[in-house]
């Protein structure tokens, strides 16, 4: 009886055995890995990654890929996606961690961390510094950011604006294919400023940001109607195959930022931001941005976010000064203004 039991054990420990070695043998294969290769799956994965969490959930899983992971090579490649980093998240490690992203090459980390510098954190010289990192390796937000600092002054007075410096940025930024860059462009070719008038330039560039507009349009419905699919590819020869989608996580950490903070930006200074919501870049003085020539209410960075605004909210919205003088006198009267509605 005694004899059957320990024969019994042994078959149960046989068959665990196998388990137990192929757990150590498994652990053993990773460990075998080259440090070469483990990084070039590294850079696949930080390159395709779809949100920043999922290349921190690599950094803690170990000891072993979080020293990897932090490998220069693998944060250079880190997609946009990866660096998209909120406000509500914002600290001095998201700080350290996109400060060793931009070390390490990474174009979009330079651009994040240089407008969240210079906008938000008020690190003037350092955000315009990496700003320009990326610019010079034809970043197209980086080029265009540049142009809208150059063409308002930002960080200095209004005596310093340089008009010439933006539109070459603007320009450049337009070359590789920038839809605001293409429509600031056409302004200032189509107003003289900063630039010779040019009024069949104008018309061609406006023209082609407006094609640019419509192709974001029919991108989404393109799939289910032949006609959209065919205008779609004959935008393509007008410089249309890659339209703008959703706005750059730079854009959506300053809305944020901001908006925690009850849309100021400095306290008693009466500065404003970006009327345009998917914008969120602030004043740095007073009565830096233009304000829309009716009401002189909304403010605007750039000739851009005041169409792109114009379009989505602010043709119902808008009031003339005026109408606005004549509605302040009838309400003091206690009556609506020309027997309408208030």
Not at 128 to 146: F, G, V
Not at 293 to 322: D, F, G, I, N, T
Request: with cysteine; glycine share 8%.
């Amino acid at each position: 009886m005694k004899r059957r039991r320990l024969a019994r054990e042994e078959r149960d420990l046989g068959r665990k055995r196998p388990q137990v070695g192929a757990a150590e043998e498994g652990s053993g294969f990773f460990s075998c890995l080259p440090d070469d290769l483990v990084v070039a799956i590294l850079c696949r994965l930080s390159a395709s990654t779809a949100r920043p969490s999922d290349l921190l959930g690599v950094l803690i899983a170990c000891k072993r890929l979080n020293r990897l992971g932090l490998d220069p090579l693998v944060l250079s490649n880190a997609s946009v996606e990866s660096l998209a980093i909120r406000a509500t998240n914002w600290s001095a490690s998201a700080h350290r961690f996109l400060k060793r992203c931009a070390d390490a090459g990474n174009l979009e980390a330079c651009y994040i961390l240089g407008m969240i510098r210079f906008y938000c954190l008020g690190n003037r010289r350092s955000g315009l510094s990496l700003m320009a990192r990326a610019a010079i390796c034809n970043h197209m937000e980086a080029l265009y950011s540049l142009a809208v600092i150059h063409f308002n002054g930002s960080g200095r007075s209004n005596s310093d604006k340089d008009l010439s410096a933006g539109v070459a940025f603007c320009a450049r930024a337009a070359s590789l294919g920038h839809e605001d860059a293409i429509r600031v462009l056409g302004h200032c070719l189509q107003d003289g400023y900063g630039v010779r008038r040019n009024a069949a330039k104008a018309r061609r560039f406006l023209l082609l940001a407006n094609a640019r507009e419509l192709a974001v349009v029919l991108s989404t419905s393109s799939s289910s109607l032949p006609h959209c699919r065919r205008l779609c590819s004959l935008l393509r020869n007008f410089w249309c195959s890659t339209p703008a989608g959703a706005r750059h996580p730079a854009n959506q950490f300053m809305v944020e930022w901001f908006a925690a903070r009850g849309g100021v930006v400095v306290e008693s200074e009466g500065l404003s931001l970006c009327s345009y919501g998917g914008c969120g870049r602030p004043e740095t003085r007073r009565h830096e941005f233009r304000r829309c020539s009716a009401c002189r209410v909304a403010s605007y960075c750039s000739r851009a976010c005041q169409a792109l605004h114009w379009k989505l909210a602010h043709k119902a919205e808008c009031v003339p000064m005026e109408r606005w003088l004549d509605l302040a006198a009838a309400a003091a009267d206690g009556a609506p203004a020309d027997g309408g509605d208030l």
